[in-house]
Structures are given as structure tokens and as C-alpha cells.
């Protein structure tokens, strides 16, 4: 397997992880249980570890495409740049769901305040992972891009 190849394992975990402890979070603030709020903050820690792990094999996976026909620098340069925006607030999101897990644990009075600042993380990480997967999901796929235009393709039968 090569970078690239890496790339697209890893990739798509931030995005799902994040909408999935984004989901339970809200369930355990809705429920009052710590417990489920503490798998919302695993997730959110895994998810950023997955993130590190896509920007790892970014740069390798950009070297491999960025001269293929109809990839320009600049679809990759976008999709790199709204990706480090998502793997920041990832991280930052790791670090408060650390603080969360151990005020959870402590039975700390500013546990709920953590868990508001987390949901709130959260769903800007989500909007960031929603814009980092439709860039990245650009590069290749040319059909999702916004100035996509469909050239009618003639078959052999057709005379």
C-alpha cells in the first residue's frame, strides 16, 4: 500500500467519528449519563488520532495524484487547507474530551459546562469534516464538483 492508498483508510474515520460522538454526546446531555458521554469523548479522541493519521498521508497521496488529467493544484490546495482547519479543531476537540472524561470521572462540578463546550466543538467540527470529505471527494470525482459538465458520450450502436 502506498500513501495514497493509506489516505483513504484513514480519511473518512474523523468525519464519521465526529458525526457519531456528536450523536451520543447529545443523547447522554439529554439522558444526564456520564457514561455515554464518556463514549462520545473516546470517539471524539479516536477521531482525532484518525486525523493526525490523514494528515500523515496526505502529502503523499497529493504527490501521487496532482498531475493526473483533470486534478489541478488548486482543487487539492483547498481540499489541504479546510483539512488542516478540521484536524485543528479536532485536536482541540480531543483535548477538551479529555477534560471531559476526567471531570466525569472527578464527578467535577463544570463536567456539564464541558460537555456544552464539546457539543459545541463537535458541530463545528462537522461542518468542517462535511466541507473536508466534499473537497476531498472532489479531487477524484469530477461528477461532484460544482462546475461538473456531462459531455454526451456516443456509443457504437448509436449512428
Known amino acids: 500500500m502506498n500513501d495514497a492508498h493509506y489516505h483513504l483508510v484513514v480519511n473518512h474515520f474523523p468525519i ?9 454526546l447529545l443523547g447522554g446531555i439529554i439522558l444526564k449519563n456520564n457514561t455515554v458521554k464518556n463514549v462520545s469523548y473516546c470517539l471524539f479522541i479516536v477521531a482525532a488520532v ?3 493519521m490523514s494528515m500523515a498521508t496526505g502529502e503523499g497521496a497529493e504527490e501521487m495524484v496532482e498531475h493526473m488529467p ?4 488548486h482543487i487539492i490546495h483547498e481540499h489541504e487547507e479546510i483539512a488542516e482547519k478540521l484536524a485543528l479543531t479536532l485536536y482541540i ?7 471531559g472524561l476526567y471531570t466525569n470521572i472527578k ?5 456539564q459546562i464541558i460537555s456544552f463546550v ?7 467540527a462537522i461542518f468542517l ?24 458520450v456516443k456509443h457504437d450502436d448509436e449512428d
Open 16 to 24: 464519521i467519528g465526529s458525526i457519531l460522538g456528536m450523536g451520543i
Open 50 to 52: 484518525f486525523a493526525a
Open 70 to 73: 483533470n486534478i489541478g493544484r
Open 93 to 99: 476537540l480531543a483535548i477538551v474530551s479529555i477534560l
Open 107 to 111: 464527578k467535577h462540578s463544570k463536567a
Open 118 to 124: 464539546t457539543l459545541v466543538l463537535a458541530g463545528l
Open 129 to 152: 469534516a462535511q466541507k473536508t470529505g466534499t473537497t476531498g471527494g472532489e479531487i477524484r470525482h469530477t461528477e461532484i464538483r460544482a462546475d461538473y459538465k456531462q459531455t454526451p
